[in-house]
């Protein structure tokens, strides 16, 4: 039995290149952002170390849920008929249902020691506004959560949850911010950029109040790092080789928590990295069909823009159950690593999301989350046919590793529509996505231009 990791593994170091300065915000707050990011964080951003040390009230609370279990799905492979061994990290037991909780601990406390006394967020699919309500149960910090509408009707009981935990629970768009009553009709309910441009506005209002995010920003990568690091340990102990690990993709964080640690272990001289592979919706195809650019992480602008791989966060996403995959651009640290092919991309619908995640509840009797469901069919492939990505063609030798990023237990409405073939699959035209990428500033890397995958 591995224990719980006592630091989080640091890619940074082992990067040949610096990450993007991001540029100026578009927009201004007149009353300014009320409380800055913690120092602590901001380090974490740029340290070069190779180990960040895990502060001892956040691994008291890890040790509630972690290590995390790691199995062969050896039926879930047979079921797919796999040609090597599957194996799947699993981050849905701890009361967020998801990996999301790791970064939430260690926010909560840092942001507590910074003087913060509330915290305002957006989310998605959910797991995220629940993991940093219970932080900040923990932590004895308020909380205000703007989810996005269309996902909160979808799934009522994710707000009931964090109410529970005493979150204050807000439908996006609210009606509480100017950012919401100037969203264009129609798309507006499904724009997880507007909730978080809401709760970016709402926060810098507020006094002694900060915005936090879960998903996107290197400092919330490195701490995912505890479900790479634990799942390296847990295959030595079974003597098990594999040579891809498999994450989905929103912004980024479980799948730079599993595959960063694989990462630093080759830079450091353990062998040939694995195959890092990123499962994302077709419905927000940034990293297969995005460019590489600066982009706005919110509808507000009242941030800096950042270098990602984006689709723009001007694009009208389409409806889909992975309301956690929909967002419109991807972490700096990752997009920079995709830019570099250190990292390849796939994009899986959401019907074949959600026919893999049924083999697998069937099979492995635990009911995936929709996200999580696009890195097990993103194996399936991998372990078959394989996936192709810009100029490669994969497939897996040895073994595969997928991080089950959580549960779908509240997700029950998107597996009644998926038994009743009532899903569909909307993948956008490259014209829209075109549309909304062309006035985007390029990073300058080779040349300057837009990098298109």
């Known amino acids: 039995m591995t224990g719980v990791p006592t630091g989080w593994r640091n890619v940074l170091p082992h990067l040949d290149y610096d990450l ?3 540029l100026p915000p578009q927009s201004s707050l007149s009353g300014g952002v009320k409380v800055n990011l913690p120092l602590e964080l901001l380090r974490q951003s740029r340290s070069r170390a190779g180990t960040v040390e895990i502060p001892g ?16 799905a050896r039926d879930f492979g047979e079921a797919v008929g796999a040609r090597v061994p599957i194996y799947v990290k699993y981050e849905g037991a701890n009361i967020s249902g998801s990996h999301k909780l790791n970064t939430a601990l260690a926010q909560a406390y840092y942001y507590r020691r910074a003087g913060v006394q509330e915290v305002v967020t957006g989310t998605g699919a959910g797991q995220w506004g629940t993991a940093i309500a219970a932080a900040c149960a923990v932590f004895g910090l308020r909380c205000t959560v703007f989810m996005v509408g269309d996902s909160l009707r979808r799934k009522p009981y994710r707000g009931t949850i964090m109410r529970l935990l005493g979150a204050t629970v807000h439908s996006s768009p609210s009606g509480l911010t100017e950012v919401a009553a100037g969203a264009r009709e129609g798309a507006s309910g499904n724009s997880l950029a507007l909730a978080i441009g809401e709760a970016v506005e709402y926060a810098a209002t507020r006094d002694r109040t900060a915005f936090v995010i879960g998903s996107g920003e290197t400092y919330s990568i490195l701490h995912q790092t505890v479900i790479g690091t634990e799942a390296i340990e847990q295959l030595a102990a079974r003597h098990a080789e594999v ?16 595959a960063m640690p694989f990462f630093a272990d080759a830079a450091e001289g353990a062998g040939p ?11 927000t195809p940034k990293l297969t069909r995005g460019v590489y650019a600066y982009d706005r992480t919110d509808a507000t602008g009242f941030g800096p823009r950042e270098a990602m791989y984006t689709v723009g966060s001007e694009f009208a996403i389409p409806p889909a159950h992975a309301a956690g995959l929909r967002f419109h651009g991807t972490a700096k640290l990752l997009s920079a690593m995709r830019h570099r092919d250190q990292i390849a991309a796939t994009a899986v619908g959401q019907v074949e999301a959600m026919d893999a995640a049924r083999l697998f509840a069937v099979h492995e009797n635990v009911v995936p989350a929709p996200e999580s469901g696009h890195a097990l069919a993103a194996a399936a492939r991998v372990a078959t046919s394989g996936v192709s990505d810009r100029e490669a063609h994969h497939v897996a030798r040895r073994g595969i590793l997928v991080c089950l990023s959580g549960h779908g237990y509240l997700d029950l409405a998107a597996y009644e529509e998926h038994l009743t073939e009532r899903l569909r699959d909307e993948s956008p035209d490259d014209d829209l996505i075109k549309l909304a990428t062309t006035a985007l500033s390029a990073v300058p890397i080779e040349g300057g231009h837009l990098r298109v995958p």
Do not use: K, M
């Not at 609370?61 to 199995?71: D, E, M």
């Open 57 to 72: 009230e956040v691994l008291d609370q890890y040790r509630r849920y972690r290590p995390t279990s790691l199995w062969h």
């Open 273 to 283: 990295a694995p195959l890092l592979l990123a499962a994302e919706s077709s419905t």
């Open 20 to 22: 993007p300065d991001d």
């Open 243 to 258: 040579d891809a690990v498999i994450g989905c993709v929103g912004a980024g964080s479980n799948f730079g928590g599993i």
